[in-house]
């Protein structure tokens, strides 16, 4: 009940931005936090207060579960706890990137029509 | 160098800014987060001077995190207070009924006080022992063992109560087994597994030691309830077995 109702209502920004960073594959905490960077051309900003809050409440949602803990051979040799997406934190992800579109799909009709009727 | 001396500071004030987290959060986090404070202060120290600006934001950033998790354990505290509060009270209403039915049950109302401390007692040990493990036959065996400790102790009590016979007080050293092994087994699967099954073997004793002398009816009784407690106890042991072997320690 409590994964169904996470993936169905609207998601925060960090969880989207966490969402969409382990789309492509299990990441570690420093890995999710650049590849977040990364897809919000440096505009989303988080540090591990809210990366590690989200993740913890997305964990007990049951979006995302830690996959394995090892070295990352382009960092240093310590080990990391990685983290993946679950299928209901694809699910929630899907959901959610329907709703934009969505969205979009709606403005820009009615941008659409409004500029017609400027236009007249 | 300098750098990496200032580094190792921030890294050990990071590391005591974490322990102000809830500790459930604590326990799943601080690792990951310590490691990434270290990774951005590396990135960051090998990009450009400032390293303080980062160190007081992420800081900053943390401390917000700090209290937003400490305000939803506490919330999430205050709940299952109240839970089990009411549970208590629900479990309250059972002698409450009955001595409304029940000729001779003449409870003042401190009988109730002291009974409903009780029964929350036993409802927060088992919250607190249960809700640190996830593994179901862990759950249940705190729950069996607590459910059976409490009967014997109030059977044992009304029994003590009703014939005036301080030789009942033998069966308190069935709870003393208990009390001891659970805290020298750590609250361990395995060692609580040890424990529940000395408490069936002592109180197995016990009844094999009491004196032949009561009427059929009562012997009967009184040995129907040593086997349902010993099975019991028993039982919890086996479920905690069951939790040891699964990976609980």
């Known amino acids: 009940m409590a994964k169904k109702s996470a993936a169905q209502a609207p998601l925060t920004p960090a969880v989207l931005h966490i969402l969409l960073a382990l789309s492509t594959g299990e990441r570690h ?7 977040v960077q990364a897809d919000s051309q440096g505009k989303a900003k988080m540090g591990p207060g809210t990366l590690y809050g989200s993740m913890g409440r997305m964990m007990e949602a049951g979006l995302i579960r830690e996959s394995d803990k090892r070295v990352d051979p382009e960092m240093d040799d310590e080990r990391r706890i990685y983290y993946e997406l679950t299928g209901a934190g694809r699910a929630a992800l899907e959901a959610e990137l329907k709703r934009y579109r969505n969205v979009v799909a709606v403005a820009k009709a009615r941008l659409a029509k409004g500029s017609l009727a400027h236009g007249h | 160098m300098a750098t990496n001396a200032a580094e190792r500071r921030y890294r050990t004030w990071y590391a005591i800014l974490l322990r102000l987290y809830p500790r459930p959060f604590r326990e799943r986090f601080s690792e990951g987060m310590a490691q990434t404070f270290h990774d951005l202060c590396r990135e960051h120290g090998h990009a450009k001077p400032g390293l303080r600006g980062l160190v007081l934001w992420i800081f900053f950033e943390t401390s917000v995190g700090i209290v937003k998790e400490n305000t939803v354990h506490m919330s999430q505290l205050v709940k299952t207070i109240l839970r089990v509060a009411l549970g208590a009270l629900a479990v309250l209403m059972v002698p409450l009924v009955a001595s409304r039915v029940v000729k001779g049950w003449n409870w003042s109302a401190g009988s109730f006080v002291f009974v409903y401390v009780l029964f929350f007692a036993t409802g927060m040990v088992y919250v607190v022992i249960a809700r ?36 009942n007080l033998v069966y308190y050293s ?8 659970a805290l020298l087994a750590r609250l361990e699967a395995r060692g609580l597994a040890r424990t529940l099954f000395a408490m069936a073997v002592t109180l197995a004793l016990i009844a094999l030691m009491l004196p032949s002398g009561a009427p059929p009816y009562l012997a009967r009784n009184m040995a129907i309830g040593h086997v349902v407690f010993v099975a019991l106890f028993t039982a919890s042991g086996l479920l905690f077995r069951h939790a040891s072997l699964v990976g609980v320690k």
């Not at chain 2, 409490?150 to 014939?163: E, I």
């Not at chain 2, 069935?174 to 092994?181: C, F, P, R, S």
């Open chain 2, 174 to 181: 069935v709870l003393a087994v208990g009390v001891v092994g």
């Open chain 2, 132 to 167: 640190k493990m996830g593994v179901w036959s862990y759950k249940a065996a705190v729950g069996v063992a607590l459910v059976t400790g409490f009967g014997l102790a109030w059977s044992n009590m009304v029994h003590v109560a009703d014939s005036g016979n301080p030789a």
């Open chain 1, 29 to 35: 905490g420093y890995g999710i936090m650049k590849q």
